[in-house]
C-alpha cells in the first residue's frame, strides 16, 4: 500500500489584491419522491437523469424545465448511470439482477434492451463512453473477476470479456453510487475504482491498492477524476458515517501509480468527484458539495445540500447536480 503523504500548499504573496467570486448551488428541481444517481451533461442544454422506480428525465433548457418518464416494465428498477449524446440518444443501465442496458434513439419515447445479462450476482454500477461511438461498463465480481462489458457502437450491442488484473471476490466491488467510478480514455484505456473490504484502482495493465479505510463493507473509493497531466482524483469514505474527513479524498500526478492525501479534504464521505476545469474540480455526498482550485490539493465547502452525482457538460461549462428526492442543482459562479 502506497504511503500517505500530505501534500503542501504553497501560498506567493504579492501585492496585487486578488476577489475570488464565491460558488453556489442553485436548485433546480425537488419535487419527485426519487433518487437520482445517474447524470449526463450534453452541453449548457441537454441534461439527462436516471434513478429509482425506473425514472428517467430530461432537460433541454440548461434545466428550467423537465421532461419525466417511467421505463415500461421497469418501474421497480434503479438506474444507477445514463450516458446521453443529444436530446434523443441515451444509454441507462439498471442495477441488480438480471443486469439490463437499454437504449432510446427517440428521446426516451421507447427504450430497447441492448444487454442482458442473467449470471447469478450480477451487479453493474457504472459506465462510460470516449465518444459517441466507444463505451465500458463495469459491475461487480461475477465468477472471480470483476465484470467488464464494451461496446463500440454507441450501446446499441455490448461484448462483455474477462480482462487481465480483474481478479475479486465478494468483498470487493464497485460502488454505484454516482456512475464514476469508471473512465474510458480516448485511446481505449481504463481507469475504474473499488471498494468494500478492498479498495483499488485498476487498469487494463496494471493495480495499485488505494489507501483508503477498508475496515468495513462501506468504505473505499465511490469515483474517479482524471485531469490533465497525470493527474487523478479518487474519493470515498465511509458511507455509513458520512461527516467523517479523514481518508475520503487522494491525489495522484503520475496517472495513478502513487497517491497523496489532500492537505485540506472534503468536508465528508464523496460518492462523486468531477475535474470542472484543467486546474479545479468538484465534488460531492451526502451532507455536502466541496470545491477545490488546486487540482485537489486543498477543498472548500460551497453548500450543504446532499447530492449523488455532478458532471460538468461535455461540450460547454455548465456543471450539474443530482441527489435524493429529485433534487437537480446547477453550480452558480
Not at 445517474?38 to 433548457?61: A, E, F, Q, R, Y
Not at 467488464?148 to 488484473?165: C, F, K, L, Q
Request: aromatic share 8%; with cysteine; net charge positive.
Amino acid at each position: 500500500m502506497p504511503r500517505i503523504i500530505p501534500l503542501i500548499l504553497i501560498l506567493t504573496f504579492s501585492a496585487t489584491t486578488v476577489v475570488v467570486t464565491a460558488q453556489r448551488i442553485e436548485t433546480l428541481n425537488i419535487d419527485r419522491p426519487v433518487s437520482l444517481r445517474g447524470l449526463s451533461v450534453v452541453n449548457d442544454n441537454i441534461v439527462w437523469v436516471s434513478g429509482s422506480k425506473g425514472t428517467v428525465g430530461k432537460s433541454v433548457d440548461g434545466g428550467k424545465s423537465w421532461k419525466w418518464m417511467t421505463v415500461p416494465g421497469y418501474e421497480a428498477r434503479d438506474f444507477r448511470d445514463i450516458e446521453a449524446f443529444d436530446d434523443k440518444t441515451a444509454v441507462i443501465i439498471a442495477i441488480a439482477h438480471p443486469a439490463h442496458i437499454l437504449r432510446t434513439a427517440d428521446g426516451g419515447e421507447t427504450w430497447k434492451l441492448s444487454y442482458e445479462n442473467n449470471t447469478k450476482g450480477m451487479f453493474l454500477d457504472a459506465m462510460d463512453f470516449s465518444d459517441r461511438m466507444r463505451g465500458i461498463v463495469v459491475g461487480d465480481v461475477t465468477n472471480g473477476h470483476l465484470f467488464i462489458a464494451r461496446t463500440n457502437d454507441g450501446g446499441v450491442t455490448w461484448r462483455s470479456s474477462i480482462e487481465p488484473y480483474t481478479p475479486g471476490d465478494s468483498t470487493e466491488g464497485c460502488f454505484a453510487s454516482s456512475g464514476t467510478n469508471i473512465r474510458l480514455k480516448n485511446d481505449g484505456s481504463y481507469f475504474f475504482v473499488t471498494g468494500g473490504r478492498k479498495s483499488r484502482i485498476i487498469s487494463g495493465s496494471a493495480v495499485v491498492v488505494l489507501p483508503f479505510d477498508n475496515s468495513k463493507s462501506s468504505t473505499g473509493a465511490n469515483s474517479l477524476a482524471i485531469g490533465p497531466n497525470g493527474s487523478m482524483i479518487v474519493v470515498g469514505g465511509d458511507f455509513a458515517a458520512d461527516t467523517v474527513r479523514t481518508r475520503n479524498c487522494f491525489v495522484s500526478r503520475d496517472d495513478g501509480k502513487t497517491w497523496q492525501a489532500p492537505a485540506v479534504s472534503p468536508y465528508g464521505y464523496r460518492s462523486c468527484v468531477e475535474f470542472i476545469s484543467k486546474s479545479s474540480a468538484i465534488s460531492c455526498g451526502l451532507n455536502g458539495v466541496d470545491l477545490s482550485d488546486d487540482g485537489g490539493v486543498t477543498w472548500r465547502s460551497i453548500s450543504h445540500d446532499s447530492y449523488h452525482a455532478s458532471r460538468k457538460a461535455k461540450k460547454g461549462n455548465a456543471v450539474f447536480f443530482s441527489g435524493n428526492n429529485g433534487r437537480i442543482g446547477k453550480l452558480i459562479k
